[in-house]
């Protein structure tokens, strides 16, 4: 997965201090990329459709256009790349409409020292 052997992130997350944590979570691998990040739905499918990231890291409550509803555009459109759900909220419903909309996994945002972990888990079973 991944060109030039490293797995290609898009974080996408209204909060900056959210994406800027997973940012340096990430960062620390030296496996994974961050190509880009976007602060809503819209912007990601955007970003998805020109830089074609391995994985997404998608929050799920944003203005515009919520991260099912972008998550969904984007399994549909580039099957390929992996879509994993962070959110405050780790209740069922949630975790059940992102699966339905095609997210390989899912993460609470108390737990996001798993990111690489997780990333790396989905990387070797695409």
Do not use: W
Request: overall charge negative.
């Amino acid at each position: 997965m991944g060109h030039h052997g490293f797995i290609r992130v898009l974080l996408v997350d209204d909060n900056t201090v959210l994406r800027g944590m997973m940012r340096e979570t990430l960062q620390m691998d030296t496996a994974m990329q961050i190509v880009d990040e976007a602060e809503d739905g819209l912007i990601a499918i955007e970003k998805v459709e020109v830089l074609r990231p391995d994985i997404v890291i998608m929050d799920i409550h944003m203005p515009h256009v919520n991260g099912i509803a972008a998550t969904k555009h984007i399994t549909t459109y580039y099957p390929s790349c992996v879509v994993i759900g962070v959110s405050t909220d780790n209740d069922r419903y949630t975790r059940i409409e992102m699966e339905k909309a095609g997210s390989s996994a899912f993460i609470s945002k108390e737990h996001l020292e798993s990111l690489p972990e997780v990333i790396k888990a989905i990387s070797r079973t695409t």
